[in-house]
């Protein structure tokens, strides 16, 4: 399995996403250009540019028309995923951070940072089919959590919002009314901040990465916790097989071990996990940095990294791949 090296970025990369039908991916990077690539070969179609600061957060529509960003210039913008044009741009008091369009493509999430006196807060946006309709006001905003809130994401039907973050929790909201419907368990939570949160291809249950080193599979429904993996360094990006039954776990490490590895060896790896069994089953190393970000291709036969090092790493999977017995 030889990996695809993307070099486009010049600067970290913060999030990956693959449009619905697996032949484009979206990546997200602090350099403020996010760009798209084809997802089968590497090969860079474009930049989206007009973000003054870096992009922490993408998604695109289910027909990959539309592509939205969260940005620390304190804007989200809507982008047209063919020409890369800039269609809106939602403004706020403070870093926009997670994006997220519900089942239709009617509405978005986009949660915005604590910054001076603010509060973070989690908004709802509609987004006009036509874009010259777009406006920016909110139908619901939702204040309450404390730090960043690092992921939010649509629950089954739009009914729920899912946010987690720097205060370890992970809530479920009522996306009508904003109030609050669950809460995690703090026996059985996270310990520190939540970096991650990545939804399974049904919507049934979701996965958490925290930097307590530790991924958490939960229902998504009751927000009952179904399965905890650990590992041994702080998870910055968490992805979930479509295919099999697989978690990928991709991370850093701390800070005073900085020193102690040869940086040169690559030897940043994502960690793969029997979803069932709670058992690594393998790694794939190669990147120079702590990788922030991970994504599974909607077909199950490929997932892309990205690092610290300004690198996309792409990896078909060799046909034995889809062998693994344990």
């Known amino acids: 399995m030889r990996p695809i090296l993307m070099k486009g970025h010049e600067r ?10 697996g032949d484009l991916l979206f990546s997200c990077a602090k350099d403020h250009n996010p760009t798209v690539w084809f997802a089968d070969n590497g090969e860079r179609l474009g ?20 592509l939205i960003t969260g940005s620390a210039d304190q804007t989200a913008k809507l982008w047209n ?4 044009q800039q269609l809106y741009s939602f403004n706020f008091d403070s870093p926009a951070r997670a994006v997220d369009f519900s089942v239709g493509d009617k509405l978005a999430v986009i949660t915005t940072d604590p910054f001076m006196e603010l509060t973070s807060a989690i908004h709802v946006k509609r ?8 406006v920016g006001e909110s139908v619901l905003v939702i204040r309450g959590p404390h730090g960043r809130i ?29 109030k609050l419907l669950k809460e995690s368990d703090k026996e059985s939570g996270h310990k520190k901040t939540i970096t991650a949160l990545s939804k399974s291809a049904d919507g049934s249950h979701f996965l958490t ?21 650990v590992t041994e360094r702080p998870v910055n990006a968490v992805a979930m097989s479509p295919l099999l039954n697989h978690v990928v ?40 940095g702590p990788i922030n970000a991970l994504a599974f291709n909607p077909d199950g036969k490929s997932f892309s990294s ?20 344990i």
């Not at 739009?158 to 809530?171: F, L, Q, Y």
Request: proline share 3%; glycine share 12%.
């Open 150 to 178: 690092n992921r939010a994401v649509w629950g089954p039907l739009n009914m729920t919002i899912i946010s987690a973050g720097e205060d370890a929790v992970v809530r479920i909201w009522d996306s009508e009314t904003g």
């Open 47 to 66: 930049t989206y540019r007009g973000h003054n600061g870096a992009v922490w957060c993408c998604d695109v529509s289910r027909d990959s028309m539309r």
């Open 249 to 288: 776990l991709g991370g850093g490490q701390d800070a005073s071990a900085v020193t102690t590895t040869d940086h040169r060896a690559g030897k940043f790896e994502a960690k793969f996990f029997d979803k069932i069994l709670q058992e690594e089953i393998g790694g794939v190393k190669g990147h120079f």
């Open 209 to 229: 990465g925290s930097l307590d080193k530790s991924a958490k599979l939960w229902d998504t429904r009751t927000l009952t916790l179904i399965k905890t993996y």
């Open 306 to 325: 990205g690092g610290e090092d300004g690198y996309v790493r792409l990896h078909h999977f060799d046909p034995d791949y889809f062998n693994i017995k």
């Open 81 to 84: 995923v063919e020409t890369g």
């Open 12 to 21: 970290p990369l913060t999030f990956l996403k693959y449009n619905r039908d």
């Open 127 to 134: 987004i006009a089919g036509d874009p010259s309709d777009q």
